[in-house]
């Protein structure tokens, strides 16, 4: 955000807007990298109710954030569920939950524009794993 930035309303409703938008986008990429595995699917019929204190400190209304589920064949391997935008120390989050446990994803990027998604998984919570394609392969095999 640059000096001249003011922080109101309707800048908090783009910032919403736009971790709506950067949420469907990483979809849309797992959709595309896990495209050719013809037993994987998808669904996002439900969604989280996006009410951030921010939201709520300068009127903005609650918002809906898809929740995205990714199967093989006929079983749920994960869910990938969107806590928030605003957390300390990044610039996003979403959990992953899968039977295995809970994985934490979050955007580390320099710029909203440009996310740099990086996974925290149960065993090491400090340091986190790119989130690629190995990773999403260790989720649905």
């Known amino acids: 955000m640059s000096e001249e930035q003011k922080i109101d309303k309707d800048y908090i409703d783009k910032r919403a807007d736009g971790w709506i938008s950067k949420v469907e986008k990483l979809y849309a990429q797992i959709k595309d990298a896990l495209k050719n595995d013809s037993d994987v699917g998808f669904k996002s019929e439900q969604y989280?109710?996006?009410?951030?204190?921010?939201?709520?400190?300068?009127?903005?209304?609650?918002?809906q954030v898809p929740?995205?589920?990714?199967?093989?064949?006929?079983?749920?391997?994960?869910?990938?569920?969107p806590i928030g935008l605003w957390v300390v120390g990044a610039k996003g989050?979403?959990?992953?939950?899968?039977?295995?446990?809970?994985?934490?994803?979050?955007?580390?990027?320099?710029?909203?524009?440009?996310?740099?998604?990086?996974?925290?998984?149960?065993?090491?919570?400090?340091k986190g794993s790119p989130f690629d394609n190995k990773f999403l392969e260790t989720l649905v095999h």
């Open 93 to 126: 989050r979403i959990d992953i939950l899968t039977k295995e446990g809970s994985y934490i994803l979050v955007d580390l990027g320099d710029d909203e524009s440009h996310p740099n998604w990086k996974v925290f998984t149960p065993k090491n919570r400090k």
């Open 67 to 81: 929740i995205f589920d990714l199967f093989v064949g006929n079983q749920l391997k994960a869910t990938f569920k």
């Open 48 to 63: 989280m109710i996006m009410q951030e204190e921010l939201m709520q400190k300068y009127g903005v209304p609650p918002k």
